[in-house]
């Protein structure tokens, strides 16, 4: 019974694996930006995952910040 369980579990990584291999890289990039609650809003367009846009909003500021004091002389 045991080695039963192995080959099916076994089979149920390749078949997974093989899914994988067959993903657009658009497809893996959209799944890693969605949110992971809501992919997807009630009109059917992607939900970007909110720490993304706090992280792209945070880096924002960083480089207007950055760019402030390097452009302006005190």
Do not use: Y
Not at 47 to 67: D, E, K, N, Q, W
């Amino acid at each position: 019974m045991k080695h039963q369980e192995q080959i099916a579990t076994v089979a149920r990584v390749r078949n997974c694996h093989a899914k994988d291999q067959e993903e657009r890289l658009v497809d893996a990039l959209q799944r890693w930006i969605e949110d992971p609650i809501k992919p997807k809003t009630d009109g059917g367009k992607l939900s970007v995952h909110p720490i993304l846009v706090l992280l792209a909003a945070m880096a924002l500021v960083a480089g207007g910040t950055f760019l402030f004091f390097s452009l302006v002389q005190l």
